[in-house]
């Protein structure tokens, strides 16, 4: 009966991935609007993930793409808060092994932001330029 009842649960993560993918979405188009050209999404590796890559006039960018809804926008201090000094330095990591796989010799002038979501629509869209620095 309990499990039963457990399989017929709607997938928590699933919906939440759906909005994420839509956060990145939203966040892909107004930077591609902004002039940056996005060369990967979700880039994995076993160190952690950068939602997307980007070349912004000669920068490489690695971009955080961050959804936090909340009736306020600032439940637990809100997208900005969610980016947590563990995340910097996951993404630090995957940032460096595709630099390191990419451009073995010479990598390019490189910088991390942000793009802050409180909810999906673009008019909420705040990026963070610089958001963070590696050291």
Known sequence: ???????R????????????????SLA???LQRQGLAIIE?????????VDLIADHAGTLVFIEVRLRESRDGNDYGGAAGSITPAKQRRIIKAAQHYLALK??????????DAVL?????EADLEWLRGAFEVG
């Open 9 to 24: 649960r709607p997938a928590k993560s699933t919906d939440r991935q759906a909005r994420g993918q839509r956060a990145e």
């Open 117 to 121: 979501l409180n909810q999906l629509s």
């Open 103 to 112: 451009f073995p010799r010479q990598p390019p002038p490189c910088r991390f």
């Open 1 to 7: 009966m309990i499990l039963e009842r457990w399989l």
């Open 28 to 30: 892909e188009a107004y």
């Open 41 to 49: 999404r979700n880039y994995r590796c076993k160190m952690g993930e």
